[in-house]
């Protein structure tokens, strides 16, 4: 099926809502420790919104590339008629990941496993899926790991072959929780999974029309449009190549060099802007630290 084809129409039942809360106080409970220390590549990594922006449209890309991933987020969650919300939730769950208290990481993730468990069906095609199948929790947990590193080290600052080593070596515990089974531990390793399953990926509409969410700036109307499309361009240019030629994302999607200058641009003031209302600084807090201590190298 070619992106050209007419989306499948989301079925008539009542989506599944998300268990991820929409706010969480990272403040509490003082103390608690975090499942990664306040000094990770993660803490640094995950207080860039630009780069979670970039990778997390990416990770969908690359998740949505599997008929059995997108027929199961299309089919089974509120993703149709709010993917901006449904989007916003999913980047909480990774938020509580990374700095959120070990115990309400565990019960928001082990929510997010009993609504799994609810996900089963069949493509268009006719193949069967089950969202708790040990193949696609492994890939969704893949590509997000893959999609946030790449965004940060292309568009905010690059990172030094120790820093990727450590990113992608002390997540097991986090990827665990949510039952995933295969874990790359470098981008080589996350390629090498990837080639498994490029037989299986596909241009469909769904893949355009997510683009063209992204790109339409309704998630932050106040921003103008032109940096919304340059970050959609951003996370096309982040994807294997072979995964961009399965989707057959054309050359409307090529990013360009101002384009590039501009995104990069804004990731390096993220990286410097201080937030104490973000995730990284309240969980500091809860510890006892510095707020600004992700914002320390």
């Known amino acids: 099926m070619n992106q050209h084809a007419a989306v499948e129409p989301a079925p008539a039942k009542t989506y599944q809502k998300s268990s991820t809360p929409n706010q969480v106080d990272f403040t509490k409970p003082a103390g608690e420790e975090a499942f990664y220390a306040p000094d990770s590549i993660q803490w640094r990594i995950f207080k860039n919104n630009?780069?979670?922006a970039i990778g997390g449209v990416a990770a969908v890309l690359l998740e949505f590339a599997d008929a059995r991933i997108r027929s199961g987020v299309w089919d089974h969650s509120i993703y149709p008629v709010d993917p901006i919300g449904r989007s916003q939730r999913t980047g909480m769950?990774?938020?509580?990941?990374v700095y959120g208290p070990r115990s309400v990481a565990r019960q928001v993730i082990a929510g997010v496993g009993r609504?799994?468990?609810?996900?089963?069906?069949?493509?268009?095609?006719?193949e069967a899926y089950r969202a708790l199948d040990p193949e696609l929790l492994d890939w969704v947990s893949a590509t997000a790991q893959y999609g946030f590193s790449t965004a940060y080290d292309r568009y905010v600052h690059r990172l030094s072959d120790a820093e990727k080593h450590a990113f992608w070596n002390n997540g097991d515990e986090v990827a665990r929780l949510y039952g995933v089974t295969e874990i790359p531990h470098s981008e080589a390793e996350f390629l090498t999974?990837?080639?498994?399953?490029?037989?299986?990926?596909?241009?469909h509409q769904i893949n355009i029309d997510f683009l063209e969410i992204v790109a339409s700036g309704k998630a932050r109307p106040e921003i103008p449009s032109f940096i919304h499309r340059a970050m959609a361009r951003a996370a096309?240019?982040?994807?294997?190549?072979?995964?961009?030629?399965?989707?057959?994302?054309g050359r409307e999607w090529d990013i360009s060099l101002p384009?590039?200058?501009?995104v990069r641009f804004f990731g390096r003031v993220a990286d410097r802007k201080i937030d104490p209302e973000s995730p990284a600084y309240q969980a500091a807090l809860r510890l006892g630290l510095p707020g600004d201590t992700a914002w320390r190298k």
Do not use: D
């Open 50 to 52: 630009v780069a979670l």
């Open 93 to 97: 769950a990774a938020m509580l990941g």
């Open 115 to 126: 609504m799994h468990a609810k996900v089963s069906g069949t493509t268009p095609k006719g």
């Open 193 to 203: 999974m990837m080639e498994r399953l490029v037989p299986r990926f596909e241009a």
């Open 236 to 249: 096309v240019s982040i994807l294997p190549p072979i995964v961009r030629q399965k989707l057959e994302l």
């Open 259 to 262: 384009e590039k200058m501009l």
